[in-house]
């Protein structure tokens, strides 16, 4: 089941942020390849509302939430164009999957991931690009594995992070 986390101000409170954070602290080894937070090993709920307000805060973003029976299993943050119009890019964009760390490798990441593919296609998008951080082997197999082929490297707008950016058609 996904839900979208489009709370009117862009940052969620009480439980589901409770719930979010839980997430992103599972992920300690990500967010120590990212460098998105200042101490992966405590990720705090201050740091988590900002992070996702951030990422609301992009015209055409949607945050979306998982869940399998009820739990919270993964997150997928999108974009529905990319960040610089003057890229010229007409695909939208996954910019962040995250499963539950305990619940890594039993269909959840795949499944996220054909459920965002699933509702740019019925939306008419053609397509869909991401962004892998290059010292983030298993996560450029694992786009892989889901039938996205390599475009070309890059440097990530926010960080200025080495890439490989990654596209799916959609037809």
């Known amino acids: 089941m996904l839900e979208s986390l489009s709370p009117p101000d862009g940052t969620p409170c009480g439980p589901v942020l409770d719930e979010v954070t839980a997430l992103y602290a599972s992920n300690r080894a990500f967010f120590e390849l990212s460098g998105d937070f200042p101490d992966p090993a405590r990720i705090t709920s201050g740091q988590v509302a900002r992070a996702l307000a951030a990422e609301l805060a992009q015209p055409g973003a949607e945050v979306l939430l998982a869940r399998c029976g009820g739990r919270l299993v993964g997150l997928a943050a999108?974009?529905?164009?990319?960040?610089?119009?003057?890229?010229?890019?007409?695909?939208?964009?996954?910019?962040?999957?995250?499963?539950?760390?305990?619940?890594?490798?039993?269909?959840?990441?795949?499944?996220?991931?054909?459920?965002?593919?699933?509702?740019?296609?019925?939306?008419?998008?053609?397509?869909?690009?991401?962004?892998?951080?290059?010292d983030n082997p298993g996560g450029l197999a694992f786009w892989r594995a889901q039938g996205y082929a390599f475009l070309r490297h890059a440097r990530d707008l926010e960080r200025g992070r080495a890439c490989t950016v990654l596209r799916k058609p959609l037809a």
């Open 78 to 134: 999108t974009l529905a164009h990319h960040p610089d119009p003057a890229a010229g890019d007409p695909d939208p964009w996954i910019g962040l999957l995250l499963i539950e760390a305990g619940a890594h490798r039993r269909g959840h990441g795949r499944a996220l991931a054909g459920r965002v593919e699933d509702r740019f296609r019925a939306a008419g998008r053609d397509g869909v690009r991401l962004a892998v951080l290059d």
